[in-house]
């Protein structure tokens, strides 16, 4: 596999549950990015990775909670979401250099019952 | 504040041209992106302009003026394929790379 890769596609969960959104990249790239995508909002970044270590947290709830083990893989774990967060989660990866676009993957249907 | 304005929607024809604006208010500018989203899809690359002038990519270019914090995307030859979001996206002054993006453009390709 090459690119960008996202599971699962689609996840429906309620308030209460605990999930985990997986992002793997098979592009040698060191940094990683978790966006949030909802309809006719422009991307909200939520969390990047460099070289494994966490470098923005934009203010995002304590109810998401991001991992990174190693530079080609990046996990977002839910809990006690709330409807609001139902959206698209997007996960990007980015090769040095300022001219290199972010990567993306296909992204995580998410919806809260 | 950062801002980035781009029309929500626009419709164009098959085999016509379309121009596709976007206008941004940064508090700093390293370059400007543009991406192609299909629905349900990843944002896919399409575009990079750091310097002022027009960079042609087969039937997409891209331009971009600075002095007037201005770019646009210009499509020739428009495909059904081409039926997408199409989103701007700045890059501020920090050295995250961090990327400022619109809301997106849907252009909607009609026979």
């Known amino acids: 596999e090459t690119g960008v890769t996202q599971t699962p596609r689609h996840l429906v969960m309620g308030m209460t549950n605990k999930k985990s959104l997986k992002c793997e990249q098979h592009?040698?790239?060191?940094?990683m990015y978790w966006y949030k995508q909802s309809a006719k909002k422009p991307l909200e970044l939520m969390f990047v990775y460099n070289f494994k270590e966490q470098t923005e947290n934009n203010s995002v709830p304590s109810r998401f909670s991001p991992e990174c083990p190693n530079s080609s893989h990046l996990f977002l774990h839910l809990h006690t979401l709330q409807p609001e967060d139902s959206a698209l989660y997007l996960c990007?990866?980015?090769?040095?250099?300022?001219?290199?676009?972010?990567?993306f993957g296909d992204g995580t249907r998410l919806s809260i019952l | 504040g950062q801002n980035i304005d781009q029309p929500t929607e626009m419709t164009a024809t098959e085999g016509a041209i379309v121009q596709i604006n976007c206008t941004y208010q940064t508090s700093g500018f390293n370059g400007l992106f543009w991406y192609q989203q299909h629905a349900g899809e990843a944002p896919t690359f399409l575009s990079y302009?750091?310097l002022d002038g027009l960079e042609e990519k087969g039937r997409f270019s891209s331009f971009l003026s600075r002095s007037k914090g201005y770019s646009y995307l210009l499509l020739k030859e428009l495909q059904m394929k081409d039926s997408a979001s199409y989103l701007c996206?700045?890059?501020?002054?920090?050295?995250?790379?961090?990327?400022?993006w619109g809301a997106g453009t849907k252009l909607i390709i009609k026979p």
């Open positions: 302009n750091v």
């Open positions: 592009l040698g790239h060191n940094a």
């Open positions: 996206a700045v890059r501020g002054p920090d050295s995250n790379y961090q990327l400022i």
């Open positions: 990007a990866s980015k090769g040095p250099g300022e001219r290199q676009p972010q990567h």
